[in-house]
């Protein structure tokens, strides 16, 4: 498939590379680099992202060049990074252009024009490393900044089941490549707002522990007490992970419509993607999602009662 995708390529110039709304690392490393690697073929590349680059990625390499936007601009090829329908990109415009899809989720499905899912790799960073390779274009420092940055924070800091030595010779041939991980590091783990830690303290205060099973919320209204972002969400619900007898952490977070975005990680002993994807969400193993109705009791109830039927608690 990767000779698929490379083939593709060379055939078109103009490109759009995009990836899920509210990205995660590995969603804008990979973009980052893709684009990078297609202008370094010649070709015209722009990265576009419904909700652009949160914060704590804006210091990565060619960030300054990704466009936030509703609509897909004109182009010969789109490059979906992470995404296992159109409708993840909430980019409106898809649906007429020829379409390249690469991701390494469980829930991958082959909706574009050409498909490349690879579910034994931990982050898409290493099918778009790969494809960097195949291309003979040479990764240089940013490039290599951009992928291990992906890299690092899809392994959970090469600490999430999966991980293995195949993971860390990508991870070494990045940093031979330039890749400071120190430095890829800092803005992820030592660069949280105010508001994050804020929202953190309202969430532990609040934290339920049953068994295996530990679950967090916040609620709109904290949110907005705290002037949080929705990006300062993001990774609370590994704390909630962290208590010594837990197998499943799950993060429930209130949205302006009164719905719940519910985050699931798991240790690796239960496969959180399947009980997302009972939900109509999606993921890997040890980390998925969806987003299920109000309020709140019933929104817990609904998916701790679906993890008593795996029989886990
Ligand atoms: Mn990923």
Same mark, same amino acid.
């Given at each position: 498939?990767?000779?698929?995708?490379?083939?593709?390529?060379?055939?078109?110039?103009?490109?759009?590379?995009?990836?899920?709304?509210?990205?995660?690392?590995?969603?804008?490393?990979?973009?980052?680099? &893709?684009?990078?690697?297609?202008?370094?073929?010649?070709?015209?590349?722009?990265?576009?992202?419904?909700?652009?680059?949160?914060?704590?990625?804006?210091?990565?390499?060619?960030?300054?060049?990704?466009?936030?936007?509703?609509?897909?601009?004109?182009?010969?090829?789109?490059?979906?990074?992470?995404?296992?329908?159109?409708?993840?990109?909430?980019?409106?415009?898809?649906?007429?252009?020829?379409?390249?899809?690469?991701?390494?989720? $469980?829930?991958?499905?082959?909706?574009?024009?050409?498909?490349?899912?690879?579910?034994?790799?931990?982050?898409?960073?290493?099918?778009?490393?790969?494809?960097?390779?195949?291309? &003979?274009?040479?990764?240089?420092?940013?490039?290599?900044?951009?992928?291990?940055?992906?890299?690092?924070?899809?392994?959970?800091?090469?600490?999430?089941?999966?991980?293995?030595?195949?993971?860390?010779?990508?991870?070494?041939?990045?940093?031979?490549?330039?890749?400071?991980?120190?430095?890829?590091?800092?803005?992820?783990?030592?660069?949280?707002?105010?508001?994050?830690?804020?929202?953190?303290?309202?969430?532990?205060?609040?934290?339920?522990?049953?068994?295996?099973?530990?679950?967090?919320?916040?609620?709109?209204?904290?949110?907005?007490?705290?002037?949080?972002?929705?990006?300062? &969400?993001?990774?609370?619900?590994?704390?909630?992970?962290?208590?010594?007898?837990?197998?499943?952490?799950?993060?429930?977070?209130?949205?302006?419509?009164?719905?719940?975005?519910?985050? $699931?990680?798991?240790?690796?002993?239960?496969?959180?993607?399947?009980?997302?994807?009972?939900?109509?969400?999606?993921?890997?193993?040890?980390?998925?999602?969806?987003?299920?109705?109000?309020?709140?009791?019933?929104?817990?109830?609904?998916?701790?009662?679906?993890?008593?039927?795996?029989?886990?608690?």
């Amino acid at each position: 498939m990767l000779d698929g995708v490379l083939q593709e390529i060379r055939a078109r110039h103009r490109f759009v590379v995009t990836s899920h709304a509210r990205p995660d690392g590995d969603g804008i490393g990979s973009a980052l680099a &893709c684009g990078q690697m297609l202008r370094l073929m010649g070709k015209e590349a722009v990265v576009v992202l419904h909700d652009g680059v949160p914060r704590i990625y804006q210091n990565l390499p060619f960030a300054e060049l990704a466009i936030r936007a509703n609509e897909v601009p004109a182009n010969d090829a789109v490059i979906l990074l992470e995404c296992d329908s159109t409708r993840r990109t909430l980019l409106n415009g898809l649906d007429e252009c020829f379409l390249i899809n690469i991701d390494h989720h $469980l829930s991958g499905r082959a909706f574009a024009d050409i498909n490349w899912i690879d579910s034994t790799v931990m982050a898409t960073a290493e099918l778009v490393y790969k494809l960097i390779r195949r291309a &003979c274009v040479p990764v240089d420092h940013d490039i290599a900044t951009c992928l291990y940055t992906a890299l690092m924070t899809d392994t959970g800091s090469f600490m999430f089941a999966g991980t293995n030595e195949h993971t860390f010779t990508v991870a070494r041939e990045l940093v031979l490549a330039g890749a400071d991980p120190a430095q890829c590091a800092r803005p992820i783990y030592f660069g949280h707002s105010t508001a994050k830690m804020r929202l953190l303290g309202a969430a532990l205060s609040n934290l339920h522990h049953e068994g295996s099973l530990s679950w967090i919320s916040v609620t709109q209204d904290e949110i907005k007490k705290f002037q949080a972002r929705e990006e300062d &969400c993001e990774g609370l619900v590994n704390y909630a992970l962290s208590i010594f007898d837990v197998q499943v952490a799950i993060f429930f977070r209130e949205l302006p419509d009164k719905r719940f975005r519910v985050s $699931l990680r798991s240790k690796g002993e239960i496969n959180v993607s399947k009980i997302a994807e009972d939900f109509g969400g999606g993921g890997h193993k040890c980390a998925s999602g969806c987003a299920i109705d109000g309020p709140l009791d019933r929104a817990v109830s609904m998916i701790i009662d679906r993890l008593r039927a795996e029989s886990i608690l």
